[in-house]
């Protein structure tokens, strides 16, 4: 990761998670609810507290069940 602050889109992208938009980023701190992240939103993953991002597909009703991914960093 060159940029200590990547774009959503480049958390994806480092998951293998291609096409980008077709997958929700999810950020997770510890004692909160999962807090999306935007495709464009700038993230430290450095930064205290967080344990770990998690991708969903965003389309789950076509009835094919793609697996989520959970990242920790």
């Known amino acids: 990761m060159h940029d ?3 774009r959503g889109r480049e958390i994806l992208t480092l998951a ?3 096409p980008a938009e077709d997958y929700t ?7 909160e ?6 495709l464009d939103e700038k993230v430290d993953p450095w930064r205290p507290g ?11 009703t076509k009835g ?4 989520s991914v ?4």
């Open 33 to 38: 609810r999962p807090r999306k992240i935007d």
């Open 70 to 73: 959970s990242t920790r960093m």
């Open 50 to 60: 967080v344990e770990k991002f998690k991708a969903l597909p965003r389309d789950q």
């Open 4 to 6: 200590p602050k990547p």
């Open 25 to 31: 980023l999810r950020e997770g701190l510890p004692g």
């Open 16 to 18: 293998g998670l291609l």
């Open 64 to 67: 094919k069940r793609r697996p």
